[in-house]
């Protein structure tokens, strides 16, 4: 980030009154400039990008349009040159430089690494492929690109530019996107993400300075960036509201641009003011599921002050998507199905893991058998059974053995015994405690058998017609038999 445009402008304004009055020349017609966005061409885009960049030249060379601006994005995801993608966007390129200048502004750092862009500037055919890929002013002069040395053109540099290339056809404010670590790094700022908005605000009202005044000569001014604006609706339909985008629609009228051409949000809006316009083409065309709108390049008409987009639409892919809280309605999907042929569908629903046999993908996928695609997301909800209904709303480990013993229906007095004696002794204590019981039942019963002859039953209580030895308990087995029960007993 440079200082210049944080110096006062005032003595530049004066200097400009020393120009020759007969340079004043104003543009009567309007300029025609194709505006393209995000094409991200990459391998999986590729059909898709080269088929609406196609239609969307032949529109723009047909309409005899005399500049072209691309506003980030041409490429996506790192696209490596040898990708069949690359060379598409290469011919594409090249096949507009045969008709007009072409200025690419610098996308996405992820989808467009400085230096993707560079090559380009070499397969130019008639006119020139200009690359912004920093903030700077760039004057068109007929068919050349005469940038700014700094962050905005100098007085000096103005005056040596009407000398040399006459009155510019149009000049660029070029807001490429902003590397908000390198702005952090070099601003020391804390917060860079929300200090951007702050620094390209001052920059485009002294931007907005220059602009002006080159308006009153009859230049048109036009403004390309790739950010986010504040308070705009992405393809989703979800508004951007935040602290951290880089604009606010405020500071881009700030900057006095006729037209301000903008990427990244792939949704075509825009904004008026005065007869000034702000404006997204949205993307070239429709590369995710759910994207609404439609998408196309805007065709521009400027006059110093005053400026229309036309979005132009391109043939983009037209997507169906439908969700099913349940299993798939079937009867539905065969009436969608009728108007699907070529189309790209996604078919969402929502089921229980015990239901989940109940669709038939094989039949959904025979009734799309004529779209361009179907995509099926099934997503499986597993099954959760109430166990222990309200056993977790209880507190303590006794709490939770009660309600289990009332819902299972056995008594929990013994469970709880059990349990304090788990968590009053230890293992060995609580296997002695089992086993003298055991010793003491198997003694006494022993001892009960031998003083006791057969015949002479009258020392012992009288049970009954019950003889004794039908009480005895059966003999218990260590890895079987419940030794808590006879213990208890
Ligand atoms: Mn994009």
Request: charged residues 20%.
């Amino acid at each position: 980030m440079r200082e210049a445009f944080w110096l006062p402008f005032s003595f530049f304004l004066a200097g400009l009154s020393a120009l020759p009055i007969l340079e004043f020349v104003m543009h009567g017609n309007a300029l025609r400039v194709a505006h393209f966005s995000d094409l991200h061409y990459s391998p999986a885009n590729l059909v898709e990008s080269d088929r609406c960049l196609a239609f969307g030249l032949e529109r723009a060379i047909g309409d005899a349009c005399q500049v072209a601006v691309f506003s980030g994005d041409a490429t996506d995801h790192r696209l490596e040159v040898h990708a069949p993608a690359f060379a598409a966007l290469a011919r594409r390129v090249h096949q507009l430089s045969r008709h007009c200048p072409i200025l690419m502004l610098q996308g996405t750092f992820s989808h467009e690494p400085p230096g993707t862009l560079d090559l380009l500037r070499l397969i130019d055919a008639q006119h020139p492929v200009y690359v912004a890929d920093r903030i700077h002013q760039v004057a068109l002069c007929g068919s050349v690109f005469v940038p700014s040395d700094d962050a905005a053109f100098s007085p000096a540099e103005l005056d040596v530019l009407l000398a040399q290339h006459g009155m510019p056809e149009v000049i660029f404010t070029c807001v490429p996107t902003v590397n908000k670590a390198t702005l952090a790094a070099t601003a020391g700022i804390a917060d860079a993400a929300t200090a951007v908005g702050g620094y390209l605000a001052a920059y485009l009202k002294a931007a907005g300075a220059i602009n002006r005044q080159v308006r009153e000569w009859g230049v048109r001014t036009i403004g390309v960036s790739h950010g986010t604006v504040n308070g705009c609706e992405t393809e989703h339909g979800v508004p951007m509201a935040g602290f951290d985008h880089e604009f606010s629609i405020g500071a881009l009228f700030d900057a006095e641009c006729d037209a301000f051409m903008l990427g990244h949000i792939h949704r075509a809006q825009q904004w008026e003011r005065e007869g000034r316009v702000v404006a997204y083409p949205g993307s070239i065309g429709r590369f995710h599921y759910g994207e609404i709108g439609a998408k196309g390049f805007l065709r521009w008409n400027i006059e110093p002050g005053r400026a229309t987009a036309e979005l132009i639409t391109t043939p983009a892919r037209e997507t169906i998507c439908v969700d099913f809280d349940g299993p798939p309605d079937m009867q539905r999907l065969a009436e969608m199905a009728a108007d699907a042929m070529g189309k790209f569908v996604r078919i969402r629903w929502t089921i229980n893991e015990e239901h989940r046999q109940l669709v038939d993908r094989e039949a959904i996928q025979a009734l799309f058998a004529a779209s361009a695609e179907v995509k099926i997301e099934a997503r499986i909800l597993p099954a959760v059974r109430s166990r222990a209904e309200g056993i977790s709303r209880t507190v303590t480990l006794a709490e939770k053995l009660v309600r289990w013993s009332e819902l299972v229906g056995v008594d929990a007095t013994p469970v709880v015994d059990r349990l304090s004696q788990l968590e009053r002794l230890d293992a060995k204590a609580i296997a002695d405690s089992v086993l003298s019981g055991l010793t003491a039942t198997t003694a006494l019963l022993e001892e009960q058998e031998s003083t006791v002859p057969a015949d002479q039953p009258a020392n012992l209580p009288d049970l009954g017609a019950e003889p004794i030895a039908a009480a005895h308990p059966p003999q218990l087995e260590w890895l079987s038999d419940d030794l808590f029960a006879a213990e208890a007993a």
